[in-house]
């Protein structure tokens, strides 16, 4: 038996919706394409605890900018 990705019990459940383009989905706006410059390093460990949270690089980042997942900076 496989495991559901999103499981009801976790914070980051959110009931499965078909996207459609310029209907924001999660927030108050839509998402834009930027860049960012990163070393492979870098990337693999975002990546990581991206997967570790069950979310995808995008809003693993986006959560963070949101104060959705505290940031250590010292």
Known sequence: ???NKFQKSSNNY????KSMRGVPESYDECK???SICLTPTAHQQLKNLAKEKHLSLSEFIEQIARKKIPVDIQ
């Open 1 to 3: 038996m496989t495991e």
């Open 14 to 17: 959110k009931k499965p919706v």
């Open 32 to 34: 834009k394409i930027f």
